[in-house]
């Protein structure tokens, strides 16, 4: 079996399953909110959703140091279009771009219609939204909770596109190209978990969605390259 069809079968369909399994399985049982419990209390509220390190530093940094990021790719794919001969850099560039604006741009339109309540919205937290179950999580009989995916977190998981673009454009895995996505997407995520804006289901969501953006990403670009090269 060809390297492409390895990555799509093992590092995209299998660990999408399993994320899956695991978003479900947080959402259905306790897991989700004996998480966030520890960070929430009936007297105090949410303890840390004002914290200053993690509300201004990782929170509103973390958004800034991502458009950072994207700057400084933007000027790469520039510099690598002109100046570089071997065209992998530029293409791997490119891929790691769209995949990671389109992880942004899906994880942003799913929140908008989507009806599962952040933790410190949620009644068992003193909130006034209803936990809702998996199956009406974009129902339109009940209003949305513009919360779910992780939103914050995509600009981190978003990164895992690094792995992929890799994979499809040098033909071999790198491991060491997961690191970026899951150190960012992890530290987002866990910061608004402690803070009370997500639930752990929310991040399993994200990744799965920045894992089909990749999976996107390679079909258009191999289209658009088959599409020239004949």
């Known amino acids: ?21 695991l978003m479900a399985t947080f ?62 850099p530029y293409k791997l560039c490119k891929f ?7 992880a942004i741009i899906l994880t942003s339109l799913l ?37 779910f995916p992780s939103g914050h977190a995509s600009g981190g998981y978003g990164f895992l596109s690094l792995y992929y673009g890799f994979c499809f454009i040098y033909g071999k895995r790198n491991f060491y190209c997961l690191i970026p996505g899951i150190f960012l997407g992890g530290i987002f995520g866990i910061t608004q978990q402690i803070r009370g804006a997500h639930f752990m289901s929310h991040d399993f969501a994200t990744i799965i969605v920045s894992i089909f953006s990749a999976w996107v990403t390679y079909l258009i670009l191999n289209y658009y390259n088959n599409l020239h090269e004949s």
């Open 1 to 21: 079996m060809e390297i492409r069809r390895k990555v799509i079968v093992f590092d995209m369909i299998l660990p999408s399953i399993l994320f899956i399994l």
């Open 27 to 88: 959402q259905q049982t306790t897991l989700d909110h004996t998480l966030a419990s520890h960070f929430y209390s009936p007297k105090h509220k949410w303890i840390y959703r004002n914290n200053t390190f993690l509300e201004v530093v990782l929170h509103k940094g973390g958004a800034k140091f991502v458009l950072g990021i994207f700057i400084i790719l933007l000027g790469y794919l520039y510099y690598s279009f002109k100046f570089v001969h071997d065209k992998k």
């Open 111 to 147: 929140k908008n219609v989507s009806t599962w309540a952040c933790p410190w919205n949620s009644l068992i937290f003193g909130g006034q939204s209803s936990d809702l179950s998996l199956w009406n999580v974009f129902s339109t009989s009940y209003p949305p909770a513009h919360c």
């Open 96 to 102: 790691v771009i769209i995949s990671s604006l389109l």
